[in-house]
């Protein structure tokens, strides 16, 4: 009997150190789950300091953005702005794709994310993004395809 009263002590304790150890690994999860965000946000902040300091650093692309602004056909004039328009736009696109990307996975809180989707829509719709956008959407996830295009749709 004695014996019996010793196995179930041990085993008690036992499973008590098995709960602690659950516990334990999920607090650590979840440490490591806030880590993760913290780096992929900061990472993400500095993919958007280096596109905009594109604009601020280099006076040529300044111009290009500023004409694709103000003067879409005078920038449409000239094929070698244009074109260097339009993958600077590309890659305002894949920068804003993974920014959605991110949101949907939780990443940002609805309200913190409606100030990224004005700026979306406010550059989006622009006419001469707008038709960019409908020559290379095929390349873009269909969710993102689906937010921009509503965009677009809703501007017209």
């Known amino acids: 009997m004695k014996l019996a009263t010793i196995n179930e ?3 008690i304790i036992a499973n008590i150190g098995v709960i602690a150890s659950i516990v334990f690994l999920g607090l ?5 789950t806030s880590m993760i965000k913290s780096q992929t ?3 993400m902040t500095e993919k958007q300091m280096q596109f905009f300091a594109a604009l601020v650093e280099n006076e040529e692309i300044a111009e290009i953005w500023v004409t694709a602004s103000e ?3 005078e920038l449409v004039s000239d094929s070698t702005n244009l074109r260097r328009w339009e993958f600077y736009w590309m890659t305002q696109l894949r920068m804003w794709e ?4 991110q949101y949907q996975q939780g990443l940002f809180e609805a309200e913190e994310f409606e100030s990224r989707l004005a700026l ?3 550059i989006s719709t622009r006419p001469i993004n ?14 993102f395809r689906q937010l921009i295009d509503g965009m677009i749709a809703e501007a017209n």
């Open 28 to 32: 650590e999860m979840r440490q490591n």
């Open 9 to 11: 002590s041990i085993s």
């Open 98 to 101: 993974n920014e959605w990307y």
């Open 41 to 43: 946000r900061d990472a």
């Open 71 to 73: 003067s879409r056909d």
């Open 120 to 122: 979306y829509e406010r």
């Open 130 to 143: 707008a038709d960019h956008w409908n020559s290379i959407s095929y390349s873009f996830a269909p969710s």
